[in-house]
Structures are given as structure tokens and as C-alpha cells.
């Protein structure tokens, strides 16, 4: 009964390829997230979607496009790889954006570009 | 531009001792902010939040303090256990941010028997 999972839970791919990664809640909240954590340890916003709409979009390459199919779904595609691509990623889900209402994380994707 | 930063990468404490994790941060208009514990190979977990309002919350083992004049936070675990060895997250959000929360880059605790 994993709350949010995402697949895969590795990915080995080569530069230039397009690859997604899939992210399903079953909370049912209305909000996801992916986040990137990189080599640093930073775990850093890229989108946010409520109720399958787009609302936070950070500064994020256009190679990488969210999709909300319904609000228990974001997958993340993401076109012609870079080697900095290479980091883990992370969905999350919150009922609502307000105050107190935490976000529970996937185990995450670990995504290595070769 | 760090807004959250977590100074000290590594933290050793002796089963039953008090641990203290720290957290500063640099945005005045940040609203409330969290803590997360994460294990190797899974996701954050959260443990512990704090609105900007308070200076103190409290749940168990765990306190969060807020100082707002230093842009300061810390969490305190007592008594600390081998099983909270992990790596902890703090994080912070503004109300009209929808949602997006700014993490530090974590501190790792580790607990020993």
C-alpha cells in the first residue's frame, strides 16, 4: 500500500535518448511535485500540478515536460539527455499548497546518463 | 543562492544524549518550515513543522525552535536512538509560494550505541 511510487527506481540510459518516469498516488491528494536532487544533495522544486494544472515551473529546461493525466498521476518525460541530467528525482503529493499540509515523498528515481 | 542552509554536513551523538540539528535561513518572507528524515534509498520523510508565528513546537522526542531575529531554527531529539541515524532535511515555504518548499542541503545524524 506504498502511499507514492514511482517507476523506475533506476535508470541507466545514454546521452541523447528520451526517457519518463512515471509517479502515482494514491492519497488522494490534489497537489504533486518533482523535485531533483543532485550530486550536491539539493533537493530542488521543478513542477508542481494541482487538480492536473500547472502551477509552479521552475526555470526547468523545456527538454523536461510533466504530464498529469488525472491528479493522482505526474509523470515526468524528458527529451535529448544531458549528463547533467544525472541525479535522483523525486515526486511528492500534499493535499492543498497551504501551511501544514506536508508533502509525502516517493522513494525516488535514480537516473544516470552514460 | 542558498535561502536554506544546513552548516554542518555530519552529526555523531551517543545513544540517549540530546542531538541538535541546525537550520538558518536567509528569506524574511519565508511562512513556516519543516523537517524531513530521510533513509538511504528512500524518499524524505516528514517529521516535525513550525509556522513563522510560534517559536516552539513539540511531537515526542522532537522539538522545533524558531528564532525569527537570527533567521534560525533548530531541532532537538531526546533522547536520540540508533534508529534516527539518518540524513535530516530542513525546509521552508512562503504562503503564496503554492506550495514549493526550499530545502537545506541536509545534515547527517548518526547515533551511536
Known amino acids: 500500500d506504498t502511499a507514492v511510487s514511482q517507476t523506475p527506481k533506476y535508470l541507466v540510459t545514454q546521452m541523447g535518448n528520451d526517457k519518463s518516469i512515471k509517479c502515482e498516488q494514491n492519497l488522494g491528494h490534489d497537489t504533486m511535485y518533482w523535485y531533483k536532487q543532485d550530486s550536491k544533495k539539493f533537493l530542488k522544486i521543478m513542477f508542481s500540478y494541482n487538480n492536473k494544472e500547472l502551477i509552479i515551473n521552475e526555470t526547468v529546461p523545456n527538454r523536461f515536460s510533466p504530464k498529469s493525466p488525472d491528479k493522482a498521476h505526474l509523470n515526468l518525460h524528458i527529451n535529448s539527455l544531458e549528463l547533467g541530467d544525472s541525479a535522483v528525482y523525486f515526486c511528492?503529493?500534499?493535499?492543498?499548497?497551504?501551511?501544514?499540509?506536508?508533502?509525502?515523498f516517493g522513494d525516488g528515481t535514480r537516473l544516470s546518463i552514460l | 543562492d542558498q535561502q536554506v542552509k544546513q552548516n554542518s554536513p555530519s552529526l555523531s551523538v551517543q545513544e540517549g544524549r540530546i542531538s541538535i540539528l541546525n537550520c538558518d535561513y536567509t528569506?524574511?518572507?519565508?511562512?513556516?518550515f519543516l523537517w524531513y528524515k530521510k533513509y538511504p534509498a528512500e524518499g524524505p520523510t516528514f517529521l516535525i513543522s513550525i509556522s513563522s508565528i510560534k517559536d516552539k513546537n513539540e511531537d515526542g522526542r522532537f522539538t522545533v525552535f524558531l528564532n525569527k531575529s537570527a533567521k534560525h531554527l533548530s531541532l532537538h531529539i531526546v533522547p536520540s536512538q540508533p534508529g534516527d541515524s539518518a540524513v535530516y532535511f530542513c525546509?521552508?515555504?512562503?504562503?503564496?509560494?503554492?506550495?514549493?518548499?526550499?530545502f537545506g542541503q541536509g545534515t547527517e545524524l548518526s547515533v551511536k550505541p
Open positions: 528569506n524574511s518572507m519565508f511562512d513556516y
Open positions: 511528492a503529493s500534499s493535499q492543498g499548497t497551504g501551511m501544514f499540509q506536508p508533502q509525502h
Open positions: 525546509a521552508a515555504s512562503a504562503i503564496d509560494q503554492g506550495g514549493k518548499l526550499i
